[in-house]
């Protein structure tokens, strides 16, 4: 099983960019579907990107379409979440999520490797 640690994480002007970044350990990675999902305070966690164990497929929330790029680098074991145009509502900590399978995964009951957390503030 991996394990996943975000960072890329701050405070940036809306408008501005972030690009977080989740690190998995073990050398299984590559069989692993990745997810991005936010919380923001006083509110449950929501999806917000995912794609295929070979990056070759992925899906986003209506949230961050056209904003958002999820990608993956199988081999260096790395996921990134590319944020353009944020907006303060974009404000939450963003979790990276990995669960085995060949598909890709909207729901969060659907993966049972997550990472720690990274803090995105986005200030108006």
């Known amino acids: 099983q991996v394990q996943l640690v975000e960072s890329g994480g701050g405070l940036v002007q809306a408008g501005g960019s972030l690009r977080l970044s989740c690190a998995a350990s073990g050398r299984t990675f590559g069989s692993y579907a990745m997810g991005w999902f936010r919380q923001a305070p006083g509110k449950e966690r929501e999806f917000v990107a995912a794609?295929?164990?070979?990056?070759?497929?992925?899906v986003y929330a209506d949230s961050g379409k056209g904003r958002f790029t999820i990608t993956r680098d199988n081999a260096k074991n790395m996921v990134y979440l590319q944020m353009n145009s944020l907006k303060p509502e974009d404000t939450a900590v963003y979790f990276c999520a990995a669960r085995f399978g060949s598909s890709y995964y909207t729901s969060m009951s659907e993966y049972n490797t997550w990472g720690q957390g990274s803090q995105v503030t986005v200030s108006s």
């Open positions: 794609t295929t164990r070979s990056g070759g497929r992925t």
